[in-house]
């Protein structure tokens, strides 16, 4: 086993894999930024390195600074956490040209599912169903007209490098194509440094359902269950769950049987998510692959009882998980409501400043990760996610009203938070019935702007 891992991460999910480690009894090694030295993740590990100034660029994203700290602590291996370099293929070569074990999947895997036109080839390959839509990318905008007829409107114009909804572009006729192919272009360029882009048919109203998976590099590769994560703003989820409430067992046998065969035929080697689209005609596709772990794993953790970081840990140091023998039973029902340091009431401003208090909900069936304490500033510069609130219950009902319960208990001062925003979700009848899909959030503003007293 590893005797030391350097966590290449901060908030919340590097004192998950802190937590990981010591169970395991591996040292755990923090890097931070100059605006990170009071962090929590740093108090909890055994050893910590100033990696440089608050921006990203000049700390977490910082491959250089991140290996000079690995060698310097004598680390084995370095966990990416979400984020940053979780999904980088060069940082997973450079972490290998250095004799330290990247804690992922191989980097040749990473960098074909970072390409989302390729991935789309190769599940398609594997037998998945996949959204109609261009094979590779568009190679001009000719090609783009004549595919977009053949496809027929609405269209998606996607970039290639993107992922997670970023630069992409829904086109309703011929004449808005040319104009949307060149804006996406561009900002494929700026975001991603490729102008690649790819098309697929827009589904209207879809229902987005990911599965955990967990595959040992040389074709095997088991599911750990689904989550629904339909409700989303501007591509952020807010809330994720497990079972999916929207589908029956002959769609959940489908789509889990999809994405292992998806992870055995790429021989995905780690922890990994397999996302899809479900249509209002229960028909499934394929829509991008995960290579790193998500925020939302604990909704996982809570319907199987497994402890996925720490078995991803175990597969990269010692090739061997019992997880990889079965895929463990699903019991009850999970909840996470991710609770955000950001103003409902201004647009959702990310609103960072200082923890005047802070009282963590409790009791039966509630998970609290979060790198928060009373004092901790918020600084700007990163993601607004304060805590995960994660609830279990044996029944759907009893996880939502748990969630409700340990929501109306959560005290953060100091800083303006989407608590309020998530009671007034979790207390329509759309969400008790479980009966939502990706427009979900949008109808719901636009419904409370026109003040219809049932939303
Ligand atoms: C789509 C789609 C409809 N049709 N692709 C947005 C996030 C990114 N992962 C993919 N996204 C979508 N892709 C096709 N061909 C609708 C969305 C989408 C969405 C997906 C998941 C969750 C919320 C969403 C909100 C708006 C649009």
Redesign the pocket.
Known sequence: MYRKILIAARGEIALRVIRACRELGIRAVAVHSRADSESLHVKLADEDVCIGDAQPAESYLNIPRIIAAAEITGADAIHPGYGFLAESATFAEVCRSCNIDFIGPSSELMERMGDKAAARTLMKDAGLPI?P?SEGAVADERQAVELAGTIGYP??I?AVAG???RG?R?VRSEEELSSLLHAAGKEAEVSFGDAGLYL?????H?R?IEVQIFGDGGGRAVHLWERE??I?RR?Q?LIEESPSPGIGASIRERILEYAVRGAEHARYGSLGTV?F?VDARDDI?F??MNTRVQVEHPVTEMVTGCDLIKEQIRLASTGASPLLDRTPPSRGHAIECRINAEDPERGFKPSPGKISFYHPPGGPGVRVDSHLYAGYVVPPYYDSLLAKIITWGETREEAVSRMIRSLEECVIEGVPTTIPFHLWILRTDAFTRGEFD??FIDALQSARTQGDPTA
């Open positions: 959204i839509g269209v998606m996607k992922g997670g909804g992409i829904i697929e048919k827009y589904l209207e879809p987005h994560c339909s989303q591509h989820k996302e689209l596709y829509l991008e990706t427009s």
